[in-house]
């Protein structure tokens, strides 16, 4: 990689020691470096590492007027042994020229893209967080930078890879959250971008979600955007349901993220010997099924938050309770697999860990 990816490095360190991890919070803390690569002339160019800071574009840039823009989310996590690891980052290369078929950006060379990143991630090692449960957050991101008005496919474009330790999504860590469940506005429809990771389905979900944190939630679970009545997602998790013994997730109909987490849960959960099924699931059956104890457990599945597990969800006015409110066996035993696999305290026998070193 030192033939392929240039590296200009800052001279100086900002911090001795980086951050208190003690007191990390989710998005707020930047590593020092990030790689970059430019699309222009029709071919991406200049691979380099270079100091993290800001970005000098055009206010014509064409990501500000008509947001052709794409991300993903991964994460290292400093293994018990001291080595570094990645989740599964081939499939979230993999997912961002997904992405960038769907809104016509030209696809990255995913090898290449996984190579900088473990580089980028020795140079600023320093970064990745030593306590448990913490972890360096990575965001890929390409953003059409071309000087145009006019909506058409941009011709330039900046992919970076820009890092940063976190703590636990949620301030209160893995502990039971409070869902609103949206009975009126709507995220994403058939045939539009629910399926792929850019800004506006995101910009979609903030009014929404504002009124829902007012009330005390934190989140919203969106539905269906014909009728309100078929589950599809939380604004940064996909949802599980336990009924009776059965693991239920709404299926990948096209307004859903193709969740890597979620992937994981089924891939456990079958091998497991569960009944892990994706299904239509409406709100009228989750209802009964809390109604009548059938509800045992719910929980949100990203690479944020790992696992979240659900208390209770609220329904036009109703309080709507998950088993006991606390978090069931199921969830805790995904979620103790789970980081077990990425710390490597556990067997990974899917591969789904990448050493960095």
Request: proline share 7%.
């Amino acid at each position: 990689m030192e033939s392929i990816v240039k590296r200009v490095l800052s001279p100086a360190k900002r911090r001795s020691r980086p951050v208190d991890e003690g007191a990390l919070g989710f998005g707020d803390i930047f590593s020092e470096h990030m790689f970059r690569l430019d699309y222009h002339d029709g071919a991406w160019r200049g691979p380099r590492i270079e100091p993290f800071g800001p970005l000098s574009l055009s206010p014509a840039a064409m990501c500000l007027h008509y947001a052709q823009e794409i991300f993903e989310g991964l994460k290292c996590y400093r293994q018990s042994s001291g080595a570094l690891a990645l989740f599964r980052p081939r499939d979230n290369f993999a997912r961002l020229n997904r992405s960038a078929r769907r809104i016509c950006i030209p696809p990255l060379d995913e090898e290449l893209c996984l190579a900088a990143l473990k580089e980028l991630i020795l140079v600023d090692q320093q970064w990745v967080p030593r306590a448990r449960e913490a972890s360096l957050y990575i965001r890929p991101f390409i953003i059409a930078s071309e000087p145009h008005l006019g909506v058409r496919p941009a011709e330039d474009y900046i992919f970076l890879i820009i890092t940063g330790p976190v703590g636990a999504y949620y301030a209160a860590g893995f502990a039971p959250i409070k869902i609103y469940v949206e009975p009126h506005y709507s995220r994403a429809a058939q045939g539009g971008l629910g399926e792929i990771k850019t800004g506006g389905n995101y910009a979609a979900s903030i009014l929404a979600a504002e009124e829902a944190r007012r009330r005390g939630f934190s989140q919203i679970l969106w539905l269906d955007p014909n009728e309100h009545q078929y589950i599809e997602e939380v604004g940064s998790m996909n949802m599980f349901f336990v009924i009776d013994d059965e693991v239920i997730t709404p299926p990948l109909s096209g307004t859903i993220l193709a969740g890597i987490t979620r992937d994981s849960v089924l891939t456990l959960a079958r091998d497991w010997g569960l009944s892990a099924v994706e299904r239509p699931l409406s709100i009228e059956e989750l209802l009964k099924a809390s109604s009548s104890g059938r509800l045992k457990e719910a929980f949100g599945t990203g690479t944020a938050c790992v696992i979240s597990p659900v208390g209770q969800f609220s329904y036009q006015g109703r309080d709507v309770p998950v088993g006991d409110g606390g978090i069931g066996p199921l969830t805790r035993r995904l979620y103790d697999e789970l980081l077990g696999i990425q710390y490597g305290d556990r067997p990974d026998p899917y591969s789904w860990v990448t050493l960095i070193q």
